[in-house]
């Protein structure tokens, strides 16, 4: 028997990052849970490949720092109901490596890239009126820090900022807006050169779980599901954290 409460027909969903690893699993599950799903990456041919597994997906080739792009590709759906901004990229240095232009770039897709995302989907859901679910990816390393993550920590700790601002600010209008911080997710951002150091991390991560296993892309998207239907309709500026349990490891 399906929960209505999950149900998303007659919704539409724009999902960021839909190319590739969690971003395209919550593309295909919010498809399967019944929302016409708009998919947008920078990589065209990942996209496709999106396209081809769900139907009524369709597909914007941007880039999330493009404030412009972003708003051509919103204005252009039917309606917004739905906001997934999962589009992030890695960047690993000590604090004492760290250059203005890494920090620069990272920022750029991991927080402006958000924030325009979550500008304009706002903006369209209040324009509406009927409301809307906005969920963020922050990351496990806001509660953990860790060796080499300064760039990236830094802009996820931002994105929760925004999200219990934005949270906050939207409210009134039916607008929910929480974010979700996965621990140790398979996908290519966690590929490691071969397969025996991705065997040794991963099996070093899963130690620190007390589920004893790394995450998949579907976990993640099963609780972007929830926060994007109705199950979470008492759920706002919230971090859902899917990680296997780890608290604070290091
Ligand atoms: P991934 O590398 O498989 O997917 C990231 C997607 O974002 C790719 O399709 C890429 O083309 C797209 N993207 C990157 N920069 C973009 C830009 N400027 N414009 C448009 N698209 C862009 O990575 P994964 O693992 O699926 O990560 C998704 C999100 O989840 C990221 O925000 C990441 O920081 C976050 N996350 C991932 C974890 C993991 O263990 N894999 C853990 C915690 C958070």
Redesign the pocket.
Known sequence: MAVKAYDLTGRTAFV??A?????RACALLLAQAGATVHA????AR?LEETATLAKDVRTHH????DRAQLHAAIASCERLDVLAA?????HSSTVLETRDEDLDRVWD??FK?VLYACQEAAGRMIGQGSGGSIVT?A??AVDTGGAGLLCYGVT?AAVVQLTKTLATEAGPHGIRVNAVA????R????DRPDATAQARTEASMARLAPLKRVGE?EDIAHAVLYLASDASAFMTGQILRPNGGVAMPW
């Open positions: 960021t990052g190319a590739s690893g969690i971003g947008a990456d920078r990589d990942g941007l880039d999330v720092t999962v589009a992030g990229i890695m897709v991991n890239g990816m990351s496990g996820k996965p621990g140790w997710i996908t290519p951002m966690t892309a």
